[in-house]
């Protein structure tokens, strides 16, 4: 799947599917390996994407490796309003990705951040990003326990902006 060609790869058309992860049709098949750089941390519902590639789209044994800031998901009841460091986040993120477990009660997830340094657009940003990754267990499955309750889009220059996605456990009622 991709957002657009990348004409020097020379992939042919027929690889590829135009779709958002949420409406991938069933031709798209199962993934042995789904690796995101650099797109991740605009998805919307960040979470929901995470749960249907471990669920639906990888193969039995596939990994996911997926590159995102983890502060741009918050697992807790904190308002928007209410600011979050990006080491306060990902740290949050960490803990909540690590209490994670399949239908058979083992951990799914490991997440760690990397520092990350760019020259975009005669603009430094220097920051710390994380890696997602996970390798489907056979016939297993996950849940999250957590519904979206909002998102906000975080601009980061003149052209665009990451989101941010709020969630609350299940059994928690929004108000």
């Not at 993934?31 to 990888?58: C, G, P, R």
């Not at 590159?67 to 308002?79: I, K, M, S």
């Not at 993120?93 to 239908?103: G, K, L, V």
């Not at 951990?107 to 220097?126: A, N, Q």
Request: proline share 5%; net charge negative.
């Amino acid at each position: 799947m991709g957002l657009n060609r990348y004409g020097p790869m020379l992939i042919p058309d027929e690889r590829f599917f135009f779709t958002g992860i949420y409406d991938a049709p069933p031709e798209a098949g199962k993934f042995d390996l789904v690796f995101s750089v650099f797109t991740f941390h605009y998805v919307w519902h960040k979470l929901e994407a995470i749960q249907k590639l471990y669920n639906q789209m990888l193969t039995e044994n596939g990994s996911a490796i997926l590159h995102f800031p983890g502060y741009l998901v918050r697992t807790d009841e904190l308002q928007f309003g209410n600011p979050i460091s990006e080491v306060g986040g990902n740290e949050q993120f960490t803990r909540f990705i690590s209490m994670i477990r399949d239908t058979e009660g083992r951990k799914v997830f490991s997440y760690d951040t990397i520092p990350y340094f760019s020259d975009d657009d005669d603009r430094s940003l220097l920051g710390k990003f994380g890696n997602l990754r996970f390798s489907k267990v056979h016939g297993s499955t996950v849940d999250l326990g957590v519904t979206l309750q909002g998102f906000a889009q975080l601009p980061f220059n003149d052209k665009s902006a990451y989101v941010a996605s709020n969630y609350v456990p299940k059994n928690k009622v929004c108000d």
